[in-house]
């Protein structure tokens, strides 16, 4: 077998190690699990407490609820409780866990008991479990309790079991990545006993609670359910173990599920069947919702997003899918997604419509599915229920004045054509009653087009049709043409009506499409986080008409209030806080959410693949749409998406400066030391032989002269580092005055005579040589350094030549020698800093020439370089200065 076989592939193993670095950042889970109350969940998560403690791990309880139980009571002794907070609830005073309290004191463990538990009005979360997590987002390990019950995906069945309702619950999510879990069990004549003892609850409460929830088979059922659930997460645990570490085995099942939901309440009952089906196969879930022509109602599209709100806190993805055809919606999508199950269920509530059509949808279904398996989950109406109460008219979403509209123009139409009956005939009325229905069609849904083809057709029969005045038809031509008249104004009407509707939804989903589409457009524009600010904040207002502020992260990592430069929007310390919170956690928060929903502003995150961005605020009036929440989803990852890359593109040129500022700095240093080593040997070698030792006056003589030389050499050091200070901070402005070029050369040569012992220096200016208005003092310093450069370079020469000449405006100097020259690809960078030719010899900066160029250009001039045609090199000053102009004419 190939070795590759069993190579690991990279990018799983950077998800899984990427997933362990996640986890490790994270406090961890424990939660003590039980069938029910009174098995002794809080009694052992104290026990394991104190076993924890006794090894020094650092222990605090910050919510406990012990009902008065003796043995409870006694266990809470010896641990730090940390004081609750007290919220007013209408009149009451309720207590709640100090959330902060708790994350200020940074434990290593904090007891949470009752992890379901609803948290009073005002709290920062609605439930407690998500307390939780925001605890163990701090680091901080938890340990809590839970019963099976309170399972989301379990709620229904254990209603079902105990027929009593179950209003608290928690995500599948929280029980399934829990670090551990520990099944507290005891049989139910156990329990019962504990009970029977006044253990669990009051004789009187107890005698209650075993008549109704805690009877034998009901705590039968729910200790099988708790006891299959924790043997599930075991056989999970062991799969993802064996991926994680590799360890080969048949452990991929290859089943993927697909739940159909709708806008009815057996979806959630169907969700959270499919979840634990989906959990005791070991397969993948996910659900899709067909929007059709049907247009919902407000408690339809109230029961949907309770239903998508369900899915998510299963864990399910949700797909929604526009189609006419919810048969072949639901079979594309599948075939697409490699899906090998499909989970449907049977109508709960049956109307005439549904009796009509649901066997050919089932029939359709099974046609087309081909090889993929279907789940019917049957409706959890009892049997002996009347069939006659599950019978139903379709229900209509059109407002009562519609139905009045529809009626009046059919009337008029009806009153105007009666009047001229008796010139076109009652056949032509027909045709004009049809056309009639089918305008309406464009305009209202399918109630009113109904009572207008029923109205029309009765209006046709009893005022046009002989005998007038009556509903008997005398011809059978005319029955069946009544017949057809109204079948066609129906479907006509009908199908106008939802080709309207499809119109509507293909029009708003193209709308969304296109927006994105602009929005990506623009952003791709865009340069620097500014300016994408400003398209985000642009096409908010445009597309969603909310006002809407942005507030970025800094160079520490949290949010930056002073850069807010938007008044349109005034947030409060509380409205920060919050923005605050939604960083830090990356979940929105605030008004309509369960975090902190008291907030005058929604909170959203603007996350990336690598970073959390910041935060954007806005002002929602109403509630997002399932269909909204997707486009604003979508909408806001752009954004991130965008304000992620210029955020790397800005940390990646800050690393490349870092880069060329270290190199930059580590040759500056290399350079420097070797240029002060050696002028400062020189001085104090010469001092110490001047001072030890009684030389001759010739010998002292010329021991000053080296003194002199090298301070000389180290001055010159010294101005070129300042002068290159000077030139990168900006702060060069030339002082321009008149001046003699004559003065200007002769001075340089004379501060370099020594250098230019050596060589014949030939000085060429015309005669006519106008003053020309430079800064003296930085003119000199370019002269001075071409100069001794060539002093240095120009090695075999012996002729140095300056020359200087004014034309068209410009003043030229040029210093020439005979020496080597440069090597072609050497000329771009002769005025880089620190830059030094292949083979020049020790000493030197590599920043004269350099200067050269910097204070040439701040006269707002050129220097240029260029290999002479028989050796050497010329150096090309040119520097405008117009206002000689006259002076030459």
């Known amino acids: 077998m190939d070795n590759n076989d069993f190579r690991p592939d990279p990018d799983e193993l950077l998800a899984s190690l990427k997933l362990e670095e996640e986890k490790s950042k994270r406090g961890k889970l424990k939660i003590f699990f039980g069938m029910c109350a009174g098995v002794g969940k809080t009694y052992t998560m104290l026990k394991t407490a104190h076993a924890e403690k006794a090894k020094n791990n650092d222990i605090v309880i910050g919510y406990i609820e012990t009902h008065n139980r003796k043995e409870t009571n006694e266990l809470v002794e010896g641990f730090e409780v940390i004081p609750r907070k007290n919220f007013q609830y209408k009149t009451a005073m309720v207590q709640e866990m100090d959330l902060d309290a708790i994350i200020a004191r940074k434990p290593q463990i904090v007891i949470v008991d009752e992890l379901a538990h609803t948290n009073a009005p005002g709290s920062r979360h609605s439930k407690r479990f998500q307390d939780v997590r925001e605890i163990l987002d701090s680091g901080i390990n938890v340990y809590t309790t ?41 049989t139910p004549d156990e329990l019962l006993q504990r009970m029977a003892e006044g253990k669990v609850y009051t004789q009187e409460r107890s005698k209650e609670a075993v008549a109704n929830f805690f009877r034998k088979g009901n705590i039968t059922a729910l200790r099988e359910m708790a006891l299959r659930l924790v043997a599930d997460r075991v056989d999970k645990q062991l799969h993802d173990y064996m991926q994680l570490k590799r360890i080969k085995g048949p452990w991929k ?17 169907l969700l959270r069947w499919a979840k634990n089906l989906s959990y005791t196969m070991g397969g993948d879930l996910q659900a899709i919702y067909v929007e059709t022509a049907y247009k919902l109602n407000s408690r339809e599209k109230d029961q949907l997003n309770k239903n998508v709100t369900l899915a998510r806190q299963l864990g399910i993805k949700l797909r929604f899918v526009t189609n006419s055809d919810m048969v072949k919606a639901i079979v594309d999508f599948a075939q697409k997604e490699n899906i090998t199950h499909i989970i449907i269920g049977k109508p709960r509530v049956r109307n005439l419509v549904n009796l009509l059509r649901l066997s050919n949808f089932l ?20 049997t002996r229920e009347k069939f006659k109460k599950n019978i139903s008219f379709p229900s209509f979403t059109s407002k009562f004045h519609q139905y009045l509209v529809t009626s009046f123009i059919i009337i008029i139409t009806a009153l105007i054509f009666f009047l001229l009956t008796d010139y076109i005939g009652y056949q032509v009325v027909s045709f004009a009653l049809l056309f009639v229905v089918s305008i309406l069609a464009f305009f209202f849904g ?14 046709w029969d009893y005022f046009f049709i002989p005998p007038p005045y009556t509903l008997h038809v005398d011809r059978p031509e005319d029955m069946l043409m009544l017949i057809m008249f109204f079948i066609i104004a129906l479907l006509n009407g009908v199908l106008t009506s939802r080709i309207k509707i499809q119109e509507m939804k293909i029009r708003v989903r193209e709308e969304r499409t296109n927006a994105l589409y602009q929005l990506t457009k623009e952003l791709s524009t865009a340069t620097g986080v500014e300016e994408v600010l400003s398209i985000a904040k642009n096409d908010i207002s445009k597309y969603f008409k909310l006002r809407s502020r942005i507030l970025l ?43 902190l929903p008291s907030c005058n502003f929604t909170f959203y995150p603007l996350k990336g693949n690598q970073m959390n961005l910041g935060v954007i605020a806005v002002q929602q009036v109403k509630i997002f749409t399932q269909g909204e929440e997707q486009f604003w989803e979508a909408f806001i990852s752009q954004i991130s998406g965008k304000l992620e890359r210029e955020f790397l593109r800005n940390m990646a040129r800050q690393a490349f400066l870092l880069t060329e500022s270290d190199k930059l700095y580590k040759t500056l240093f290399n350079s420097i030391s070797h240029e002060l080593r050696i002028p400062v040997a020189t001085i104090m070698g010469a001092s110490d032989s001047l001072l030890s030792t009684h030389h001759p006056f010739e ?54 005579r020594d250098e230019l012992a050596p060589f014949n220096l030939h000085i060429v200016i015309p005669d006519d040589m106008p003053f ?69 010899k020790a000493g030197g900066t590599g920043l004269g ?41």
């Not at 090597?823 to 005025?831: S, T, V």
Request: glycine share 6%; with cysteine.
């Open 772 to 840: 020309v208005k430079i800064d003296f003092g930085l003119m000199e310093q370019v002269l001075h350094n071409l100069l001794y450069n060539a002093t240095q370079y120009a090695l075999g020469s012996e002729n140095l030549r300056v020359k200087a000449f004014f034309d068209n405006g410009f003043l030229t100097l040029q210093v020439m020698d005979r020496g080597p020259g440069f090597q072609r690809n050497e000329l771009p960078l002769i005025f880089n800093k620190f830059y030094r030719v292949e083979g020049s």
């Open 699 to 752: 010998v002292q003589n010329e021991l000053s002269q080296e003194i002199f030389k090298a301070s000389k050499r180290l001055n010159r050091l010294i101005e070129n580092l300042l002068n290159m200070s000077r030139l990168e901070s900006g702060r060069i402005t030339p002082l321009l005055d008149w001046c003699d070029i004559h003065d200007l050369i002769n001075k340089v040569a004379e501060n370099l």
């Open 446 to 459: 399918r109630g009113p087009i109904l009572l207008a083809a029923t109205l029309s057709a009765m209006i």
């Open 253 to 269: 099942s290859g089943l993927h599920l697909l739940v159909a939901v709708s806008h009815t309440q057996q979806s959630a009952r």
């Open 553 to 595: 992260r800094n160079e520490s990592n949290q949010l930056d209030f002073s850069s807010q430069n938007d008044k349109e929007i005034h947030l409060s310390g509380n409205d920060l806080s919050v923005a605050s919170w939604t960083f830090q956690h990356s979940a929105k928060a605030g008004k309509n959410t369960d975090t």
């Open 363 to 382: 029939n359709k279904l099974i046609r087309y599915s081909g090889n993929i398996d279907l789940y019917i989950l049957g409706s959890d109406i009892q």
């Open 146 to 186: 839970l019963n099976v019950q309170h399972l989301e995906s379990r709620s229904d069945t254990v209603s079902q079991i105990t027929g009593i309702i179950i209003r608290e619950t928690i995500p599948d999510e929280i029980f399934e990545t829990a670090d551990e879990i520990e099944v507290i069990d005891l």
């Open 849 to 889: 020439l350099s200067i050269a160029k910097g204070f040439v250009e701040a006269h707002k001039g050129t220097i240029a370089v260029e290999n002479r045609q028989n050796g050497g090199a010329k150096f090309t000053i040119k520097i405008p200065t117009e206002i000689l102009q006259e002076e030459i004419n």
